[in-house]
């Protein structure tokens, strides 16, 4: 079984030397918790595909302390006068940039990409850990494929308990992610430079700093396979409905002996044999609930999970409905 383990400095620097000795590790950053390996060794990179099923196109991101540390893993003169802003600005914080790679980099790193995602994470622990492991860390979040991220030392745990390849996973538990849900993936390769998934950083916040960029669009998944529809599914088949027809699913659901895990804005009448999760009506602190209140429900054994869908009326809320719809799709 996996084991978690406090991130303490000892086993902060336990968990650098198994990496360094090509292992994988699971620790925390401030978004959600990942299951990392060292950017220069492909085989341990290989290890993380294989424990979380991932898709061999699907490429990683790579964690480094600072500019200089991601300038290492990028193709020499691509780190330009706005690579410099947006760092200065968002990092460390939930900012990830795609730039072409460095020939140093492996293909294993970036799915055979000619381009490299990479972020400094503000987490100290994740932090600690870099600078500990002396190299950037190729991490995706630390869930079984296509899942729910997990927010929490325990939900690593639960995602890996019964993986017999992750028998001897340590998992640094630094407590519950502060934003809750994954980086704002930023694309710098193209002309506008494309927003390939919408998170805590919002796009007006990087149009203040760079001009003109373009919106992710929740169908365009070419750009950033991680970014297929369905994703950040619970089991229990989810719908996402608005505000107005909640009570009327909720009853039609009730009156053909449906049970609902209902995710809910406010105060909505409860019908007898569902249950309600109510969600705060902030857009950060609401990404900060999301995957705990999702997993909660899902434990439920609820026929179906019916998610209130939240206003589309700030960047950060609509990066939170881009998480709901991948929850909900493909789902009746
Ligand atoms: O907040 C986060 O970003 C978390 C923490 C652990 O840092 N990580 C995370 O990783 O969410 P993952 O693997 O679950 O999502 C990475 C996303 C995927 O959508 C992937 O397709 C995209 O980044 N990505 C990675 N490298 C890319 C590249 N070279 N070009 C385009 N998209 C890339
Ligand atoms: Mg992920």
Same mark, same amino acid.
């Given at each position: 079984?996996?084991?978690?383990?406090?991130?303490?400095?000892q086993?902060?620097?336990?968990?650098?030397?198994?990496?360094?000795?090509?292992?994988?590790?699971?620790?925390p950053?401030?978004?959600?918790?990942?299951? %990392?390996?060292?950017?220069?060794?492909?085989?341990?990179? !290989?290890?993380?595909?294989?424990?979380? %099923?991932?898709?061999?196109?699907?490429?990683?991101?790579?964690h480094?302390?600072?500019?200089?540390?991601?300038? $290492?893993?990028?193709?020499?003169?691509?780190?330009? !006068?706005?690579?410099?802003?947006?760092? =200065?600005?968002?990092?460390?914080?939930?900012?990830?940039?795609?730039?072409?790679?460095?020939?140093r980099?492996?293909?294993?790193?970036?799915?055979?990409?000619?381009?490299?995602?990479?972020?400094?994470?503000?987490?100290?622990?994740? &932090?600690a850990?870099? +600078?500990?492991?002396?190299?950037?860390?190729?991490?995706? =979040?630390?869930? #079984?494929? %296509?899942?729910?991220?997990?927010?929490?030392?325990?939900?690593?745990?639960?995602?890996?308990r019964?993986?017999?390849?992750?028998?001897?996973?340590?998992?640094?538990?630094?407590?519950?992610? $502060?934003?809750?849900?994954?980086s704002?993936?930023?694309?710098?390769?193209?002309?506008?430079?494309?927003?390939? &998934?919408p998170?805590?950083?919002?796009? !007006?916040?990087?149009? $203040?700093?760079?001009?003109?960029? +373009?919106?992710a669009?929740?169908?365009?998944?070419?750009?950033?396979?991680?970014?297929? $529809?369905?994703?950040? @599914?619970p089991?229990?088949?989810?719908?996402?409905?608005?505000? +107005?027809?909640?009570?009327?699913?909720?009853?039609a659901?009730?009156?053909?002996?449906?049970?609902?895990?209902?995710?809910?804005?406010?105060?909505?009448?409860v019908? @007898?044999g569902?249950?309600?999760?109510?969600?705060?009506?902030?857009?950060d602190?609401?990404?900060h609930?999301?995957? #705990?209140?999702l997993?909660?429900?899902?434990?439920?054994g609820?026929?179906?999970i019916?998610?209130?869908?939240?206003?589309?009326?700030?960047?950060?809320?609509?990066?939170v409905?881009?998480?709901?719809?991948?929850?909900?799709? %493909?789902? !009746?």
């Amino acid at each position: 079984m996996p084991r978690i383990v406090p991130a303490n400095s000892q086993y902060i620097l336990e968990a650098a030397r198994m990496l360094q000795r090509g292992g994988v590790v699971a620790f925390p950053t401030e978004t959600v918790y990942g299951l %990392g390996a060292l950017t220069f060794d492909g085989q341990a990179i !290989e290890q993380v595909y294989e424990l979380k %099923g991932r898709p061999a196109d699907n490429p990683l991101i790579a964690h480094v302390l600072d500019a200089r540390q991601a300038r $290492e893993l990028i193709e020499p003169g691509a780190w330009d !006068e706005r690579c410099d802003l947006l760092a =200065s600005r968002f990092w460390p914080g939930p900012l990830t940039l795609v730039l072409a790679k460095s020939p140093r980099v492996g293909s294993r790193a970036t799915a055979g990409r000619s381009t490299i995602a990479v972020r400094a994470p503000r987490h100290p622990v994740a &932090r600690a850990l870099i +600078e500990a492991a002396q190299q950037p860390i190729s991490a995706p =979040s630390a869930n #079984r494929s %296509g899942r729910i991220s997990p927010t929490s030392a325990q939900h690593v745990f639960d995602e890996f308990r019964d993986v017999e390849p992750a028998r001897d996973l340590m998992i640094l538990d630094g407590g519950p992610c $502060e934003v809750g849900i994954e980086s704002t993936v930023l694309d710098l390769t193209t002309s506008p430079p494309r927003v390939l &998934r919408p998170g805590s950083v919002t796009l !007006e916040s990087l149009r $203040e700093t760079l001009g003109d960029i +373009e919106a992710a669009d929740i169908r365009s998944q070419a750009h950033s396979p991680g970014t297929r $529809e369905s994703h950040y @599914a619970p089991r229990t088949p989810t719908e996402l409905v608005s505000s +107005e027809s909640l009570a009327n699913v909720l009853s039609a659901c009730a009156g053909r002996g449906i049970r609902c895990a209902a995710l809910v804005l406010g105060a909505t009448p409860v019908t @007898a044999g569902q249950i309600r999760i109510v969600m705060p009506r902030e857009a950060d602190h609401y990404a900060h609930e999301l995957y #705990r209140r999702l997993r909660e429900a899902d434990a439920l054994g609820a026929d179906r999970i019916i998610v209130e869908s939240p206003p589309a009326t700030s960047q950060v809320w609509r990066a939170v409905l881009d998480r709901l719809q991948r929850a909900a799709a %493909g789902r !009746e």
